[in-house]
């Protein structure tokens, strides 16, 4: 597994995609699903120059952050339980995955401890697959609402995790359609929510997702390879 060879290619496809649809590349970030892998595979993308890393479970990030010396970014995109916000406020600069009320008013709680304001994404479920998590669409206006009065929490914009659907291009209706939704939030114009981020697509659609609009692509496995069982 070849951590720069992979990257290497991956710009290059990020930058082909963005070509395709007219888009500045610079207007699209990578984020390096780093989960499951250890801090040596941080440190090689590292030095392959790639800065922004996104993690899923928050203890392996703690250790994993401790151990990588280089001045990296890192992005929390998992799934989040409210007793363990506490532990991530200065250490991540932006949450992927805010999906209820609960979640966010902890975050907003902890971040303002430490005087600081939390960058988020709300996670919208469009599969409509009970087993995922993400706010249902019907239900994003009234959270965002609700959300919009917390004092130390700015929404960036909206991400989501569709079905899996081994044909990139069947995944396309739901990039599409976050991309919509994110519209139709902006005209609320409501107080601390600004529709800045899309986060869509994985490794094996993230050219789909840029063609409809991702701002953060979430690349793990066609960096890192495959992921062992946790
Ligand atoms: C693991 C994960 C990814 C990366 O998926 P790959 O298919 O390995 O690129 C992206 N987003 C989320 C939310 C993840 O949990």
Redo the contacts with the bound molecule.
């Keep these: 597994m070849d951590i720069a060879v992979n990257l290497s290619r991956i710009r290059t496809e990020i930058a082909a995609a963005c070509a395709r649809c007219g888009r500045d590349p610079a207007g699209v970030r990578l ?1 390096a ?1 780093s ?1 499951t892998h250890p801090a040596e595979a941080v440190m090689a993308a590292h030095a392959a120059g790639q800065e922004l890393f ?1 993690e ?1 479970y928050v203890q392996e990030f703690l250790v994993k952050s401790d151990e990588v010396a280089a001045p990296v970014q890192w992005h929390f ?2 799934h989040l339980q409210s007793n363990k916000a506490r532990l991530l406020p200065g250490k991540v600069a932006l949450i ?2 805010v999906d209820r009320l609960s979640l966010a008013e902890e975050i907003s709680r902890q971040w303002q401890k430490h005087g600081l304001t939390a960058d988020v994404l709300i996670e919208v479920n469009l599969g409509g697959e009970a087993s995922k998590s993400g706010v249902d669409a019907a239900e994003l206006e009234t959270l965002l609402r609700q959300m919009a009065a917390l004092p130390s929490l700015a929404v960036r914009g909206l ?1 989501t ?1 569709p079905p899996y659907l081994a044909d990139p291009e069947e995944v396309r209706p739901y990039f599409c359609r976050l991309r919509e939704l994110a519209r139709e939030v902006d005209a609320l114009a409501l107080p601390g929510v600004a529709m800045r981020e899309l986060s869509m697509g ?3 659609d ?1 050219a789909v997702a840029i063609e409809e609009g991702a701002t953060l692509v ?7 390879g495959e ?1 062992g069982g946790r």
Aim: hydrophobic share 50%; proline share 0%; no cysteine.
């Design positions: 984020v699903v989960k996104g899923s995109i998992g992927h995955s991400m995790l994985m490794s094996h993230f979430r690349i793990g496995t066609a960096i890192f992921r």
